[in-house]
Every structure is written in C-alpha cells, then in structure tokens.
C-alpha cells in the first residue's frame, strides 16, 4: 500500500462517515457501519507492515476511536427515531362487555348482552348464507340465523346485509324485534349483533352506533364469509372429501357394528380442542363443552350445535360428508 492509497482511504473513510452519521434510516446506518469498519479493519492489516505509513495510520486511528464513540450515540438516535416513527401496534381487540361498556344507546345493549349468555332462550345458531347474485340489487346476501324452540318450532329468522352504503344501515331482519323496535330505538337485533360481534368479531362502538359498516368492515366481512367452514362451497367440500376417505371408511365399518358403536365414532377426539377453536355453529368457544368429531375431516363442533344443524341438514358443517346420517 501507498501512501497515495492511504490517503484515499482515509477520505473513503471520512465521506461514509458523513454520509452514515446523516441518514435517519436504520437498514442504510447498519450497511453503512458494516461497509466502514471492515474497509477500516481491511487498512489495519494492510498497514501493520508499513513503518513509514504509521503517522497516517495514527491518524486513521485517532479518527477510528472518535468515530466509534460518534456512531454509538448516532446509533442510538437513528434506532429511537425509527421506533417513535413506526405506526403504534393495533390496540387489543376489545370483547363484547367492553364494547357494551362504550355504548350509550341502552337498547343497544340489551341484545349485546343476550350475546354473552348461554341459557337455552339466548342460544343463537347460524344455519346458512345465500348471496345474492353479483351486480343485481340491494343485496350481498342473506344469512339463516336460528334460535330456540318456542312452542314446538325453532325460531328461524332471515337476516339481509346489503351492499356497501347501499342502505342507511347494513343489515336487515326479518325477526319482530327488528321491525318494532329498531327504528324505535335505534338499534340492532341480537341476530344481527351476532353475526356482528359474535361470527366476525367486529366489536366497533362506530357500527353499533350507525349501524352502517365503513368500507374496511364490509371488506373484512366479506373475507369472514368466504372463509366460514359453514359456508364452504363445493369445490372445498369435494377437496376435503377427497382427502378424508379413509376416516369415512371406519366410520361406515363402525356403523354395521350397531347405532351406539357408529355413534362413538363421533366421541373420539381426533383433533384436540384448543382454547381459539370456535364452533362454526353457535361461534362460541369449544372447551369445556360436550363436542363431536366428524369421522370424516375430523373437525370439532358442540354437540348441541351439530343436532340443530342436522334438523336442516344432512350433512358435516365442515366438509358436506353424508357421514352423519349415521350418528342421527
Ligand atoms: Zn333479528
Ligand atoms: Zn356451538
Ligand atoms: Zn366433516
């Protein structure tokens, strides 16, 4: 090494160090100190064997000390000044209580609350979703939400939820609560306050109070649809199906060995329950209620759910097996 290639490399090292002590982004400060301290190691080596060139590098290494303590507060800034810059993490999702705690309309809060029982006269189940055909109408679609037996027959009522803005409010149902009582009392019926809170876990003061979803909500509404196991359209049916063959095997062997033998079949758990596993049906926690196991795709759901599904259906909740008949 010359002493020429000495003096460009101290320059070299005074232009990065200019540059790096100016730049508030934290990936280029990092590149930059990386680039430095080898190019400053690489001079070390490389100038351990001139004598005539210890001067320079007295001098390169005075300025190495001073540059060290510099980039340690200049680190420190560029770091702090990233973290005050970054947006602040989503705040925790607040739950249904929190969210009757925040309203004002107290009517609102009579079928919120009906949400969080769990007496059979509460019970809310949801049974389907019908969309409406694209690009015609009011109408995304309209849900089949179900409730206790009143005098011999299931309560059943239809919910509508319209299209983006397309109503003053984004849901409509067909239960006497809503056509007496809400428009009376601004509010929503506890059907529609579980599909809300409960099935998409939009607990949103904003909403309950207008009523009306914004542009985000309907968007993450929509995706909770699509992806609902209980609305799962043929394709994913036929797919789950495919591969869970065998499990229906044992499950149609079982069944010739006698009714109660076939209905164990639905007792063996053969994916454990976890404390976020949601009942497709009722959308209530798992654990610590009585579930069954479809033999077929080997998904959970409440026994109490899965035998109001089957007075409509014949099928699994999750993957359309006809596995169930057997358990009926
Ligand atoms: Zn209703
Ligand atoms: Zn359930
Ligand atoms: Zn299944």
Redesign the pocket.
Known sequence: MERHDVETLVSLVSRTQHELLGTQDVTRFMALKEELLETLEQAKTALAHHEELANLWRGLELNLTMFQSRIRSAEADVIAAAAAAAPPPPPIPPTISDLIDSLTNEAQKLPLRRLMMRHAEDQLYLAGYEAASPGRGDVEGTFT?LGSVRKGTRES?N?KWYRLNAKPTSFW???P??KFNSAKKNMM????CFLVARVARILDTGFFESKQFTAEQHAAFAAIVQNAAIFADGSRERERLATAAAGYAAAAAAATAGLEAARDTFRVCRKPVTAEDMCPICYDVMEDTECLNCPTCSNNVHRECMEVWLERNSTCVYCRSDVWRRWR
Do not use: E
């Open positions: 939400v009522y919910v149902c067909s239960c609560d809503h019926c506890k059907h529609i």
